[in-house]
């Protein structure tokens, strides 16, 4: 897959505890979590890779370019309960 043909996260979705729950793609369109997941393995989504947190949890995570202002936690947010 080509790099034209990728999707990019612009903004994430947060629980009431800070916690990303949902990604929104540069097309508009909101994906849940473990899709974005199954999306980044198979390539589909630009700039990230998927880690596994202490506790044994996948979630995506940008790749390290030094840039903290692109990491997936400084995107602007959505509310959770505005996709509800």
Known sequence: MNLESKHV?????????????????ENGEI???DQA?????????QGVNVATSKKGE??????GDGNITNNLSNLPTIDESEIR
């Open 9 to 25: 996260i612009t903004k994430v979705v947060k629980d009431n505890r800070g916690e990303i729950t949902a990604y929104q793609l």
């Open 31 to 33: 994906i849940m979590k």
């Open 37 to 45: 997941i199954e999306m980044a393995r198979q390539g589909a989504i």
């Open 58 to 63: 996948e979630f995506l995570r940008g790749v």
